[in-house]
């Protein structure tokens, strides 16, 4: 009797704790403390997207770089101080849209300080410049906690080089918690935004060392690219979707389907059969699934080492810990 009764009180509770995911967070996690906490974040993106739209492609890319080192605990966001902090990491020369962060932190402490955490904030302004750019929308969760911690260090250690092969992107999505189809879902990302040419000039000129070009890159690909992009230019950017890359659509699969993916990891998704099969589907357009699965994989991204409850704290500036 006792026993059962205790049993029903465990489903009971597993029930509650339920509409929290295992690490706490929520969607809606503001609602009572800062009810407009979204609708804030909205409009200073909005207003920003009107003004300088280029900047939708590197505030998408900022959320999965704080996510890479240390989870998506906002340490991609504080400046180096008695050492250097991932910011300063050379593969975060293209990061920019630091100042658009700060302008939301301000709007939202105004409103109601020492509530949200810079963390959550990015995780919002991706959602919100993908739909500025037509993507699709999702519920985000909130409710994660800032760091404390920014090392250049471990920023090196842990992105990942658009050099890698399928078996390194694979590894390294796993070693994040993130699935095969995550990996080649989130990459869809790249249907937005520009890159230097240096990422990607290997390619063109010096493949292997001997001046030779990629020979998984389509070369009528290769040779519009060298218009664009001499062999030692660090400052030219390309737009990683020629056509529509201020449009979140389907587009990046159409490119990587015709051996037009601007990095190496966007062509190695050929490699495999899972990650293949994914771009072929998006590829024919009927049916396509990729605005949708964006949306949940991104949340899956979202999740990726946070801290929350008691943990870590809510910054009051967005690129320096708070004074203990
Ligand atoms: C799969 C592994 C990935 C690799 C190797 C990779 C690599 C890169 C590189 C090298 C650039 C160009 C940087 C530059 O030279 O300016 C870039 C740009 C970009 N990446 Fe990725 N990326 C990956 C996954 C992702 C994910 C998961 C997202 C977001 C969900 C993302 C979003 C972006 C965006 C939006 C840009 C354009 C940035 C801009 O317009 O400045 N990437 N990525
Ligand atoms: C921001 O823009 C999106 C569409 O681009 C729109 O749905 C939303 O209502 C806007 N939000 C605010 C607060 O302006
Ligand atoms: C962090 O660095 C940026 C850019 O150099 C600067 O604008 C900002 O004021 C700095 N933040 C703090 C708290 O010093
Ligand atoms: C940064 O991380 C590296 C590698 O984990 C570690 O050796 C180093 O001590 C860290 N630096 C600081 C200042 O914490
Ligand atoms: C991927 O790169 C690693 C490291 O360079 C190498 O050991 C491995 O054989 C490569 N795998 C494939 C499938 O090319
Ligand atoms: C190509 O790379 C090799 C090896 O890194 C280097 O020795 C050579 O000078 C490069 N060639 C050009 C044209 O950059
Ligand atoms: C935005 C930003 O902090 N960029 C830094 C990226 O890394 C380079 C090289 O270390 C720095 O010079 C940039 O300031």
Redo the contacts with the bound molecule.
């Keep these: 009797m006792a026993n059962s009764k205790l049993f029903s009180c465990l489903i009971f509770l597993l029930f509650v704790f339920n509409t929290a995911n295992s690490q706490g967070l929520k969607v809606g996690f503001y609602d009572k403390a800062c009810p407009r906490v979204e609708a804030i974040v909205q409009k200073v993106i909005n207003d920003t997207m009107s003004k300088a739209p280029?900047l939708?492609?590197?505030l998408?890319?900022m959320?999965?770089h704080d996510c890479l080192v240390r989870g998506c605990e906002g340490s991609v966001l504080l400046n180096s101080s008695t050492h250097k902090a991932e910011k300063d990491a050379v593969?975060n020369?293209?990061l920019?849209g630091f100042q658009i962060i700060d302008n939301v932190k301000t709007a939202l402490e105004k409103e109601c300080p020492g509530i949200v955490s810079c963390a959550d904030i990015l995780a919002l302004v991706?959602r919100d410049v993908t739909v500025a750019d037509k993507g699709q929308s999702w519920q985000v969760e909130t409710g994660r906690r800032d760091g404390r911690v920014s090392n250049i260090t471990e920023a090196l250690l842990d992105l990942?080089?658009?050099t890698?092969n399928i078996t390194q992107?694979k590894s390294?999505?796993q070693r994040l918690g993130l699935s095969v189809k995550d990996?080649v879902v989130?990459?869809g990302?790249?249907t937005?935004?520009?890159?230097?040419c240096?990422?990607?000039t290997d390619r063109l000129y010096n493949f292997t060392g001997v001046g030779d070009t990629d020979p998984t890159l389509d070369p009528e690909y290769i040779a519009r690219l060298k218009l664009k992009c001499k062999p030692d230019d660090t400052t030219t950017?390309a737009e990683?979707d020629p056509g529509s890359f201020r449009t979140f659509d389907v587009h990046y699969y159409t490119n990587v389907a015709k051996r037009r993916g601007l990095?190496q990891?966007d062509g190695a998704l050929l490699d495999d059969g899972e990650t293949k099969a994914y771009v072929g589907l998006q590829a024919t357009n009927h049916g396509s699934t990729f605005l949708e699965d964006f949306g949940v994989s991104?949340v899956n991204?979202g999740r990726i080492g946070v801290l929350t409850g008691t943990t870590g704290e809510i910054r009051k500036v967005c690129s320096k810990v708070n004074e203990s």
């Design positions: 280029s939708a492609g590197p998408l890319r959320h999965f593969p020369l293209s920019r991706a990942i080089p658009p890698s992107l390294g999505f990996l989130l990459s990302a790249h937005i935004g520009t890159s230097h240096s990422s990607f950017l990683m990095f990891s991104m991204m």
